[in-house]
T-cell receptor, first 109, second 115 residues
Framework: QKEVEQDPGPLSVPEGAIVSLNCTYS??????FMWYRQYSRKGPELLMY????GNKEDGRFTAQVDKSSKYISLFIRDSQPSDSATYLC?????????FGAGTTVTVRA | GAGVSQSPSNKVTEKGKDVELRCDPI?????LYWYRQSLGQGLEFLIY????????KSGLPSDRFSAERTGGSVSTLTIQRTQQEDSAVYLC?????????????FGQGTRLTVV
């Protein structure tokens, strides 16, 4: 079993919809929980990170962590075509990141 | 430079040949990381450098893989006797502080295809 499992997708949503992305993990030592966005043929770009259970908002993005259930989510409100990308969850306890496989999201205009 | 730079962007090589992948980290970043992203897979940790030393090489898949870093800056990942399963995108990241993954930046990657 992988340390980090991510809902595989792909997801296709109309512009303006809410996008919900989810990951589960098995390693209780993880302290940082991150979401990356990766456009085609580009490197991953850090969107948000958090280190505690609860919600963290940044504009249209909300990251949610539930350590008791070992479950994290990313919500994108009012999705835009420019949000079309692959989203990767990642977790770390030190210098090593453990990634989910990624979910490809397409926002249709 | 402004960001992490990797070269080449794309590399096609014949099975059995050796390849070298280069990473230029952000100036002043002491920590450097190599990851591999295979089709449909998440990123997989390969090796971590702090300065010129590699405290953790545990992710290197086999002894055909090696990496070095010189002058606390440029790093080279070498794959000897390439195999088709080595085909992947190889990503490099750097951070100013050791283990500061929330402050790490990734390069655009080198797409390696072994034919």
């Amino acid at each position: 079993q992988k340390e980090v499992e991510q809902d595989p997708g792909p997801l296709s949503v109309p512009e303006g919809a809410i996008v919900s992305l989810n990951c589960t993990y098995s390693n209780s030592a993880f302290q940082y929980f991150m979401w990356y966005r990766q456009y085609s043929r580009k490197g991953p770009e850090l969107l948000m990170y958090t280190y505690s259970s609860g919600n963290k908002e940044d504009g249209r993005f909300t990251a949610q962590v539930d350590k008791s259930s070992k479950y994290i989510s990313l919500f994108i409100r009012d999705s835009q075509p420019s949000d079309s990308a692959t989203y990767l969850c990642a977790m770390s306890s030190d210098y090593k990141l453990s990634f989910g496989a990624g979910t490809t999201v397409t926002v249709r205009a | 430079g402004a960001g992490v730079s990797q070269s080449p962007s794309n590399k096609v090589t014949e099975k059995g040949k050796d390849v070298e992948l280069r990473c230029d980290p952000i100036s002043g970043h002491t920590a450097l990381y190599w990851y591999r992203q295979s089709l449909g897979q998440g990123l997989e940790f390969l090796i971590y450098f702090q300065g010129n030393s590699a405290p953790d090489k545990s992710g290197l898949p086999s002894d055909r893989f090696s990496a070095e870093r010189t002058g606390g800056s440029v790093s080279t990942l070498t794959i000897q006797r390439t195999q088709q399963e080595d085909s992947a995108v190889y990503l490099c990241a750097s951070s100013e502080l050791q283990g500061a993954m929330t402050e790490a930046f990734f390069g655009q990657g080198t797409r390696l295809t072994v034919v």
